[in-house]
């Protein structure tokens, strides 16, 4: 059974920084793409960063430059290390792992940067 436990989120002031972490089990993590969406109130759910099982990756346009996708495939772990946080960052952030087309999605965790 895969699951995708994330961690990390939490309150933090504008210009601040942030290190989600994606802990996966009960797959090879190392087989699966990793990526990262987020969700604000109000808004539909959007891409944030991926990176592929060879290491490839891919940022959203508003987060270029901002954000750094890593994985970890000792410890089955991948991260979205957050930086130069803006409000309009706030969001329930998702981890989720891709084999082939087969989608499995974490659970949310929250990002709140507010003054």
């Known amino acids: 059974q895969v699951q995708l436990v994330p961690s990390g989120g939490g309150l933090v002031q504008p210009g601040g920084s942030l290190r989600l972490s994606c802990a996966a089990s009960?797959?090879?993590?190392?087989?699966?793409?990793l990526r990262w969406y987020r969700q604000a109130p109000g808004k539909q759910r959007e891409f944030v960063a991926e990176?592929?099982?060879?290491?490839?990756?891919n940022y959203a346009d508003s987060v270029k430059g901002r954000f750094t996708i890593s994985r970890d495939n000792a410890k089955n772990t991948g991260y979205l290390q957050m930086g130069s946080l803006k409000p309009e960052d706030t969001a329930v952030y998702y981890c989720?792992?891709?084999?082939?087309?087969?989608?499995?999605w974490g659970q949310g965790t929250q990002v709140t940067v507010s003054p």
């Open positions: 990176i592929t099982k060879g290491g490839s990756i």
């Open positions: 009960g797959i090879v993590f190392q087989l699966y793409a």
């Open positions: 989720l792992v891709d084999f082939g087309g087969s989608i499995t």
